[in-house]
């Protein structure tokens, strides 16, 4: 790459808006007779940039100005060192609280789960105190539907099996 294509693409916005000095834009002028590349690389420059300051120009609300300054002005004044204390405290605190309360509710979860209906302690260890219990359950429950009332719809669904 030649000197001049260089000093020609490094001020190419400047040339195109005319703010460069009399002799730079002659020189660049000059430039372009001779070099090919660099005369397309000005013409398609100056149709794209021409496009783009013919569209209309977007108004930023006042709004949004005022609320860029005051967060400006929040990093600038920072809060009080209590504060900051206070809000790290509550950041770490959360997740403690979080996880204390999930693994209590597993915890009293498990501890409902283990209690029986009958007031009675089971023995996890024991086969047969599960089979013997189980059996209880069995005969509790069955006697809950001994006394289904005739014409119910529970009798209903118990005498057809709807599943078939």
Known sequence: MEKN??????RLLDYIEGNLPADRIKAIEEHRKSCVRCDLLIKNFSRIWSGISERE????????????QAKIQAV?????????????L??????????ITLLSGIYF????????????????????????????????YFQDFLEIPTGSPAEFYLQHDIYK
Not at 57 to 68: A, D, E, K, N, Y
């Open 109 to 140: 979860g498990y501890q409902m789960g283990n209690i029986s209906e009958f007031g009675g302690d089971f023995s996890k260890n024991s086969v047969v105190d599960a089979d013997v219990h189980g059996k209880v359950y069995v005969e509790h």
């Open 57 to 68: 120009r977007v108004q930023i609300s006042p709004s949004f100005w005022q609320g860029l």
């Open 5 to 10: 294509c260089k000093m020609t693409e490094e």
């Open 76 to 88: 600038d004044n920072p809060r009080p060192l209590s504060s900051r204390i206070f809000s790290c």
């Open 90 to 99: 509550k950041m770490i605190l959360r997740p403690a609280a979080l996880t």
